[in-house]
Each structure stands twice: as structure tokens, then as C-alpha cells.
């Protein structure tokens, strides 16, 4: 099974890449090929002629999208419906990522896959644009609503991640505001590879939920990072308001896994439970 994954240097690509080991896996960073370059992209993928596309890159710098709308549009929407329309020529699957971002924040219990979206920023509505470009356009494909990613790679798109920035400002003695009226599932790439690589077996194509179990606000995720580390930084509880970013986010982004259970794929296992494993892994604990 041929596999191209675009955004190769990503951090969800990266455990893709670890997890996909018995796949022919062929990368393309961002360097390699630019998804917004449609007549490279066509090239590429048509000598290729993979079995799977998956496709990890994205803008999402969620507030510098607020001053890009055109480039976010560009590749979060318009190179999606091209590479949606290549899959259909190549015949392959489609595998997309999608954002918890498309959601308002309007409900205080999980997002199911058929709840209304209603996004409250330029990133989250081009993620959505992408998503309509999938479903109306591509045949095969598996479109993945996920949140709170952090991996082994980092997020190169944002420059790390926001563990990696946690420890960064405690070990040198900063004063950390953390927003705690935004209520989120951090994710681990790798398990979230993991659930991926399971799905593919299934042949069930459509929208989905991926995220660990839980939630937990940006405060408590943080406070959780510094209590597994046993180290006592200087954190303070602040609203979105206070924290005054350029773009809009829900206060609330659960996103309920139903689609995935009802193809009888298990939950993922608790967000406290992968970040430890995160942790070690890292060497921290
Ligand atoms: N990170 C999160 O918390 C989160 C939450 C929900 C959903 N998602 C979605 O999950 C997916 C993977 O996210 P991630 O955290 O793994 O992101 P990431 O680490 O930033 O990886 C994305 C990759 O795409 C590349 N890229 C950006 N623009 C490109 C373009 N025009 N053509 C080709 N490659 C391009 C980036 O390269 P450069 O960095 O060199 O530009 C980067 O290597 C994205 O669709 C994202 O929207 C992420």
C-alpha cells in the first residue's frame, strides 16, 4: 500500500511516519511540494500514484489568519478541494485533518460529528470550507476532526508545541498566564496515529471525531504538565478575555469520538494517562 503524506515534517506526520511502518511511506515537507502549487501537486501525486494522500499540512497560526485570510483560505480550502479533485482522478483515499475550531463553544457537552458548526475565526472557518471541499468532491475519504495536538516533533507550523512552551517559560522562572475558560482535549500525535492507521482498516469512509478522553481547560492542562514534572512554576488562571489573542476561540471544543465507536473502534485513552507517556518519552520524567 503506497501512502503520500503531505506536510511530512509536521508532528502529526511524524508518528504517522512512526506508526505506518508497514506502509510504503513516501514524504513531502513543505519544501518538497507546496500544496498551494497545483500543477506540482498534480505532477507529483500522478507519477506517484499513491493508494492513500494524507494530508497533514495546514495554515494554522489560529491569530495570524486573522490578518491572512487569503492565504488561509488558499491552503486550508482551495488546495484542499484540489487535492480532493486529484484523489478522485487517482482513484485513491483521502485522508484529511480538520479542527475542533470549527465549533462555536455553544454547548457544554461533547460535539458530536453532526452537531451544527459554527466557527468564530478565519482559521476555523477555512478549516470548514476544506471540509466541504472533502465531502462534496472526494469519494473516498476519511475527513478528521482533531484538537489540542502536541507530538515528539513539535508543531513546526507553530513552532513547537504547547508542553514544549510550558516547560520553556518554567525553567526560565517566568510568570505563566494560561487562559482557564477554554475547555479543550490535548492530544497526543501518536495516539492519534494510531486510532488513524486502525480506521484505514475499516473502509468505513466519512467524518470523524479523534481526540484522547477528557477534557480539561488550557490552565489545568498546564498545571497537570508542571504537577507530572514536579515542578512548581508560577502559573495564573486568566479569561480569554484578559489573554486578548487576535482571533476568537470556543470556550468549549469537545469533540465526542461517536462516529469512530459506532465502527467499533475503542476511545482513546485519557489525555492525562498519554501525556505522561509523552512526558517519558521525552526523557522529562
Ligand atoms: N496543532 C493542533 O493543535 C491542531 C488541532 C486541531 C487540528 N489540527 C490539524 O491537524 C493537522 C496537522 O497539524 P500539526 O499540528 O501536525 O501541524 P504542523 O506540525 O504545523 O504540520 C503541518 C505541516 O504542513 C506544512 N505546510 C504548511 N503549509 C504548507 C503548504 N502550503 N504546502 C505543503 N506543506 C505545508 C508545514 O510546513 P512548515 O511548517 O514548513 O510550513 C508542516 O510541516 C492540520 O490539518 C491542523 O489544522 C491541528
Not at 149 to 174: C, Q, R
Amino acid at each position: 500500500m503506497k501512502v503520500a503524506l503531505i506536510g511530512a515534517n509536521g508532528q502529526l506526520a511524524y508518528d504517522i511516519l512512526r506508526v505506518f511502518d508497514d506502509y510504503e511511506m513516501i514524504g513531502f515537507t513543505h519544501a518538497e511540494l507546496d500544496i498551494t502549487h497545483f500543477d506540482e501537486l498534480r505532477d507529483k501525486m500522478g507519477s506517484l500514484k499513491p493508494d492513500i494522500i494524507i494530508n497533514t499540512a495546514a495554515y494554522h497560526r489560529v491569530d495570524e489568519c486573522e490578518d491572512y485570510p487569503d492565504r488561509s483560505f488558499l491552503v486550508n480550502a482551495i488546495a484542499v478541494r484540489e487535492l480532493a479533485k486529484i484523489s478522485v482522478e487517482m482513484d485513491a483515499v483521502l485522508v484529511h485533518f480538520s479542527t475542533d475550531y470549527v465549533f462555536g463553544g455553544d454547548k457544554d457537552t461533547p460535539y458530536i460529528e453532526t452537531d451544527m458548526p459554527m466557527p468564530l475565526s478565519v482559521y476555523g472557518t477555512s478549516k470548514l470550507a476544506g471540509e466541504y471541499f472533502v465531502r462534496s468532491i472526494a469519494r473516498r475519504f476519511y475527513l478528521i476532526r482533531t484538537c489540542g495536538l502536541y507530538g515528539n516533533a513539535g508543531s513546526s507550523g507553530k513552532g513547537g508545541n504547547f508542553v514544549e512552551t510550558m516547560i520553556k517559560l518554567a525553567k526560565a522562572g517566568k510568570h505563566i498566564r494560561v487562559v482557564s475558560d477554554q475547555i479543550v482535549t490535548p492530544t497526543y500525535t501518536y495516539d492519534l496515529a494510531v486510532k488513524i492507521k486502525e480506521l484505514l482498516k475499516t473502509d468505513s469512509y466519512g467524518l470523524y471525531h479523534i481526540t484522547s478522553s477528557g477534557s480539561c481547560s488550557w490552565y489545568e492542562f498546564a498545571s497537570e504538565i508542571f504537577n507530572m514534572l514536579s515542578v512548581s512554576a508560577d502559573i495564573e488562571p486568566i479569561t480569554t478575555e484578559e489573554f486578548g489573542a487576535k482571533a476568537r476561540r470556543p470556550s468549549y471544543s469537545v469533540l465526542d469520538n461517536e462516529a469512530l465507536r459506532k465502527v467499533g473502534i475503542s476511545d482513546m485513552r485519557e489525555w492525562k494517562e498519554a501525556l505522561g507517556d509523552y512526558l517519558k518519552e521525552k526523557g522529562y520524567i
